[in-house]
């Protein structure tokens, strides 16, 4: 089954891949020694690096230890970038005051 991402999703999992990839890169760990370490199949660990997928809860978990981050990480990514992509919201009554239109009725 495949599964559909939207743009804003796979933004996230690029971040999070790379956020990985730079940890593994630091620490001068092959994709071996990281797999050997936290448990992680290669292919999992080139995948998530690369933005591909997004790992099971267990090996989610490896992961975000491995990075020294909580298991939410993905998450916390995924809510910015989604607040930084939601359109502003203008408040009509701000805009109003502003613009010398008045209020839309008396009393608010």
Do not use: C, H
Request: glycine share 8%.
């Amino acid at each position: 089954m495949e599964v559909v991402v939207d743009e804003v999703t796979m933004q996230a999992l690029k971040r999070f891949g790379d956020m990985m990839r730079n940890r593994r890169q630091q620490s001068e760990w092959s994709f071996l020694r990281l797999s050997e370490k936290i448990g992680v199949p290669i292919p999992t660990i080139s995948a998530v690096e690369n933005g591909e997928i997004w790992p099971t809860a267990t090996d989610r978990e490896a992961i975000s230890d491995f990075l020294g981050y909580g298991v939410d990480a993905f998450d916390k990514i995924l809510r910015k970038l989604q607040l930084d992509n939601t359109p502003n919201v203008v408040s009509l009554t701000n805009y109003r005051n502003k613009n010398g239109k008045g209020l839309p009725y008396p009393g608010v």
